[in-house]
């Protein structure tokens, strides 16, 4: 079976200072990968996808970045967070007409 | 725009309670709609998916419509327990494109009192 795994769960982070999120998929190959942001008081809004390793589509301009080093992997990185980045990160994939999420990962700036 | 719109934000019913949550939609040239769960602090559930060609959708006591004309869809949830009470969105794939983008709505907040 398929599984998705996002880490860490939980960090708070000092306003400049950098980030790593990761996401990693189990039992799939070549999945399509996303990062969606759910901010307070909104809806969910996708950040990045990737259709292959390497590849990596912006939906909105913003202070972060992704990167998709191997096949099942990905990753949301910023160099200096800013207090907007504050918000719920959530790593998907899909295949088909089916699209699964992590677990989630918070994130706090202070 | 493409936009998703939620109707309530939040509601709060006793339990048994029959209920209905809405979602609307600006552009009825969609793929898919899908419902979601989301419990507090926690990654999203997909619960029903209906097509853009389906007029609906039943999971046990969950039962989803589409009309696309109208550009709406319900989640009608019936004999309401405690345990449903979470945030339940909507998202929508719209036609085209090679991703998988969704939009989402902001969500319905369900709290099912005992």
């Known amino acids: 079976s398929q599984t998705i795994h996002q880490w860490p769960a939980t960090l708070v982070q000092p306003v400049g200072s950098p980030l790593s999120l990761e996401c990693t998929v189990e039992?799939?190959?070549?999945?399509?990968l996303y990062w969606y942001r759910q901010a307070a008081g909104r809806g969910l809004q996708l950040l990045f996808y990737?259709?292959?390793?390497?590849?990596i589509s912006s939906e909105v301009p913003q202070n972060l970045s992704a990167s998709r080093p191997q096949d099942r992997q990905f990753i949301l990185s910023s160099k200096k967070l800013l207090l907007s980045d504050s918000g719920f990160y959530l790593c998907?994939?899909?295949?088909?007409?089916?699209?699964?999420f992590g677990e989630g990962s918070w994130l706090t700036v202070v | 725009k493409q936009e998703v719109t939620q109707i309530p934000a939040a509601l709060s019913v006793p339990e048994g309670e029959n209920l209905v949550l809405n979602c609307s939609f600006t552009?009825?040239?969609?793929?898919?709609l899908q419902w979601f769960r989301q419990d507090p602090g926690k990654g999203l559930t997909s619960l029903l998916l209906?097509?853009?060609?389906?007029r609906e959708q039943t999971s046990g006591r969950l039962n989803a419509s589409l009309d696309k004309s109208s550009g709406r869809s319900t989640l009608y949830i019936a004999a309401s327990q405690p345990g449903d009470s979470a945030t339940y969105l909507c998202?929508?794939?719209?036609?085209?494109?090679?991703?998988?983008?969704?939009?989402f709505g902001k969500g319905t907040l369900l709290t099912v009192n005992p």
């Open positions: 998907a994939w899909n295949r088909e007409n089916t699209i699964y």
């Open positions: 039992g799939t190959s070549n999945p399509n």
């Open positions: 990737s259709v292959g390793i390497g590849q």
């Open positions: 552009d009825s040239a969609i793929y898919n």
């Open positions: 209906i097509q853009s060609s389906q």
């Open positions: 998202a929508v794939k719209y036609s085209g494109g090679s991703n998988y983008k969704l939009t």
